[in-house]
């Protein structure tokens, strides 16, 4: 089942085209790489699927839902982790659960199960009263993705959510990734670091507003003739017009 269909999606400022005509489908539980160097296009089409802004034409449904007509519904099914981890350092671990298991609907009663739980399958029991801000990096990086999804959304969307972080701790980041896909959750992750890519079963390539490539990480390197996906990567984004 797919749980997240375009056709021909657009979005123009003025005269700029910003994403030009892009059409893919992603099925769920699928980890889909959303790969693009810097003005290529990825986060105006990142805003666009989850309901944060209008696209100028074509169509795309998100969750099952249409992208003009019901942004509130994409919002209340889908998941969202940037690089800034939106985590509020000055609440304690179980004060930034509670707040966003609240936001996204949790009853009083499921809320304290969760927070439970979340604690444990992160080790984190100790650090119930810990304020954020003194969490280590990685720490942060897993409890904001585990807040992200703490509703069991159908989709999360990962906005270069490592980086900064040392490799390890993105190894373990990953882990929690296939956790999720295990459950269905559908994970469409844009990132700089072409490994990571590697990771995904699925990987599309913009350039200049456009899907250039799309296709699974091994399949890519064989029609391009590339060791890695970032040789790939390179090999398209020389073709690109656009400045960064």
């Known amino acids: 089942m797919n749980v997240i269909e375009t056709d021909r999606l657009t979005k123009r400022f003025g005269t700029f085209t910003a994403v030009d005509r892009i059409s893919f489908e992603v099925k769920e539980g699928e ?3 959303f790969l693009g160097a810097n003005g290529a296009g990825k986060t105006t089409a990142m805003r666009m699927l ?7 034409s074509g169509s795309a449904r998100i969750a099952g839902f249409d992208v003009y007509k019901q942004t509130e519904q994409i919002k209340r099914n889908i998941g969202y982790m940037s690089q800034k981890f939106s985590l509020y ?8 659960i509670r707040l966003f298991g609240g936001i996204y609907g949790l ?4 809320l304290s199960d969760k927070t439970d739980e979340l604690l444990h399958t992160l080790g984190m029991e100790s650090e119930r009263n810990t304020f954020v801000d003194a969490l280590p990096l990685g720490w942060k990086q897993k409890l904001a993705f585990s807040v992200a999804i703490i509703h069991e959304p159908k989709i999360v969307f990962l906005d270069e959510p490592t980086g900064g ?28 670091y072409m490994d990571e890519a590697e990771y ?8 200049d507003g456009r899907i250039d490539a799309l296709d699974k990480p091994a399949a890519l390197k064989a029609t391009h003739r590339a060791g890695t996906i970032n040789e790939v990567f390179q090999a398209l984004a020389r073709k690109a017009k656009r400045g960064e």
Request: charged residues 20%; hydrophobic residues 35%.
């Open 107 to 110: 009853s009083s009663r499921r």
């Open 165 to 192: 972080v040392d490799p390890v701790t993105r190894r373990q980041f990953w882990e929690l990734i296939y956790e999720a896909s295990t459950r269905n959750i559908t994970v469409f992750v844009t990132t700089h």
């Open 89 to 96: 350092g000055n609440l304690k671990v179980w004060e930034n």
């Open 50 to 56: 989850c309901g944060l802004s209008t696209p100028t």
């Open 200 to 207: 995904c079963h699925r990987v599309s390539i913009m350039v």
């Open 31 to 33: 980890i889909f790489g």
